[in-house]
């Protein structure tokens, strides 16, 4: 497994008070927060610094990962043979790295405590045909899965979604069940993924209005002839109400996004 | 390949009780009544026991409890900080 440098990664030098990684952690929390950051990969930043964190906040698990020694971060490691931590059960089940589980794991999967699992977040990106229509989606997740010890371990697996039709951008869509397992034989977490467009060629979605720029000479609004705008979309023409009547006159006028159908959520598997 | 999962979408046309909001969100009635006191969702229905909270106030919900465990601001605080959310977006995409 390679090797993390907890310290590079919360940005201070390894005398660091706790006050210094606390201040650090705070900074970088609110830089990378899925909630808050448009950073492009702030979700693995985040879950990084979180995991850096909560190692270098605990005394004892300092102490124990200060005694592996410094090493380069991803440079290839393992862990001293009489390696043992026993850490207090059930404290956290998030996602971790490798690293983590081989020297800090065995929490929570058997814990003996019940408890739902964590949500999963993620983002997906739909083309507007697919998000107008609604589509089928491959999803790859990171999960922690028990291996036969009963040790979390992170493992990708695919899951098929069925994305609902009249999705609109920055909507969030729920998978029921698919986040990451539940503590004690509690329910698992769910799976949320939020909607991301991409920008289309010719249309733009704003909410459930679909919109289609069309460029009109200045001077002859008169002569915009009624175009072959696509019936699924209604169309807007700046700077010309003119046109813009007889482009609603051609028959896309209602032919926005359809009103989203919730999928009742009932069949699910794996592949 | 296996049968798709179906996915739910999040907005008004689903609704969650106040148990069920609690449960999926991992939150407390409490913290719930006290965001809700807050103004940042609006259930429908008068007693909290009456209250549905639609998809949307999930996912705020979801997001102010991230937001004050990974954070932790206090809940005036997440609600400012999700209302000016809100508004870069919607800049961000160009809206007036």
Same mark, same amino acid.
């Not at chain 1, 107008?132 to 979390?152: I, K, M, Q, S, W």
């Not at chain 2, 940042?40 to 997001?63: D, H, K, Y």
């Given at each position: 497994?390679?090797? %993390?440098?907890? !310290?590079?990664?919360?940005?201070?030098?390894?005398?660091?008070?706790?006050?210094?990684? %606390?201040?650090?952690? =705070?900074?970088? #929390?609110? %830089?990378?927060?899925?909630?808050?950051?448009?950073?492009?990969?702030?979700?693995?930043?985040? %879950?990084?610094?979180?995991?850096?964190?909560?190692?270098?906040?605990?005394?004892?698990?300092?102490?124990? !990962?200060?005694?592996?020694?410094?090493?380069?971060?991803?440079?290839?490691?393992?862990?001293?043979?009489?390696?043992?931590?026993?850490?207090?059960?059930?404290?956290?089940?998030? #996602?971790?790295?490798?690293?983590?589980?081989?020297?800090?794991?065995?929490?929570?999967?058997?814990?003996?405590?019940?408890?739902?699992?964590?949500?999963?977040?993620?983002?997906?990106?739909?083309?507007?045909?697919?998000?107008?229509?609604?589509?089928?989606?491959?999803?790859?997740?990171?999960?922690?899965?028990?291996?036969?010890?009963?040790?979390?371990?992170?493992?990708?697996?695919?899951?098929?979604?069925?994305?609902?039709?009249?999705?609109?951008?920055?909507?969030?869509? =729920?998978?029921?069940?698919?986040?990451?397992?539940?503590?004690?034989?509690?329910?698992?977490?769910?799976?949320?993924?939020?909607?991301?467009?991409?920008?289309?060629?010719?249309?733009?979605?704003?909410?459930?209005?679909? !919109?289609?720029?069309?460029?009109?000479?200045?001077?002859?609004?008169?002569?915009?002839?009624?175009?072959?705008?696509?019936?699924?979309?209604?169309?807007?023409?700046?700077?010309?109400?003119?046109?813009?009547?007889?482009?609603?006159?051609?028959?896309?006028?209602?032919?926005?996004?359809?009103?989203?159908?919730?999928?009742?959520?009932?069949?699910?598997?794996?592949? | 390949?296996?049968?798709?999962?179906?996915?739910?979408?999040?907005?008004?046309?689903?609704?969650?009780?106040?148990?069920?909001?609690?449960?999926?969100?991992?939150?407390?009635?409490?913290?719930?009544?006290?965001?809700?006191?807050?103004?940042?969702?609006?259930?429908?229905?008068?007693?909290?026991?009456?209250?549905?909270?639609?998809?949307?106030?999930?996912?705020?919900?979801?997001?102010?409890?991230?937001?004050?465990?990974?954070?932790?601001?206090?809940?005036?605080?997440?609600?400012?900080?999700?209302?000016?959310?809100?508004?870069?977006?919607?800049?961000?995409?160009?809206?007036?």
């Amino acid at each position: 497994m390679e090797y %993390k440098d907890y !310290y590079q990664v919360m940005g201070v030098g390894r005398d660091a008070s706790a006050e210094d990684i %606390k201040r650090a952690y =705070r900074r970088l #929390a609110r %830089k990378y927060h899925p909630d808050v950051s448009k950073e492009p990969n702030a979700e693995a930043r985040f %879950k990084e610094v979180g995991e850096a964190y909560e190692v270098l906040r605990d005394p004892e698990k300092r102490a124990a !990962y200060d005694g592996l020694g410094a090493h380069r971060q991803g440079e290839e490691f393992r862990p001293p043979p009489d390696w043992r931590f026993d850490a207090a059960a059930g404290t956290d089940t998030g #996602a971790h790295s490798d690293f983590f589980e081989q020297l800090f794991g065995g929490l929570g999967l058997r814990g003996g405590f019940r408890g739902r699992g964590f949500d999963t977040a993620g983002q997906i990106e739909l083309t507007l045909e697919e998000a107008y229509a609604g589509t089928e989606r491959r999803v790859a997740l990171e999960r922690l899965v028990a291996d036969e010890h009963g040790r979390p371990r992170p493992t990708t697996q695919q899951l098929n979604v069925r994305i609902p039709a009249g999705v609109v951008d920055g909507q969030q869509i =729920r998978v029921a069940a698919q986040g990451q397992p539940g503590v004690g034989g509690g329910p698992a977490g769910d799976l949320l993924l939020a909607v991301r467009l991409l920008p289309h060629r010719w249309f733009r979605a704003e909410g459930r209005d679909v !919109y289609l720029d069309l460029p009109v000479t200045r001077g002859r609004p008169r002569s915009a002839r009624p175009c072959a705008c696509r019936r699924s979309a209604a169309a807007s023409i700046s700077r010309s109400p003119r046109a813009r009547r007889r482009i609603d006159a051609c028959g896309s006028r209602g032919a926005g996004y359809p009103e989203a159908r919730p999928a009742i959520n009932s069949a699910c598997s794996r592949s | 390949m296996t049968d798709p999962i179906s996915a739910v979408l999040l907005d008004d046309s689903v609704d969650f009780s106040l148990t069920e909001l609690c449960a999926l969100c991992r939150v407390s009635e409490e913290l719930v009544v006290e965001i809700v006191a807050e103004g940042i969702v609006e259930p429908s229905g008068t007693e909290p026991r009456q209250w549905r909270f639609s998809g949307v106030a999930l996912a705020r919900v979801r997001r102010v409890a991230r937001l004050q465990q990974d954070l932790g601001v206090n809940l005036p605080g997440a609600a400012l900080a999700l209302d000016l959310l809100d508004e870069l977006e919607r800049l961000r995409r160009g809206g007036r």
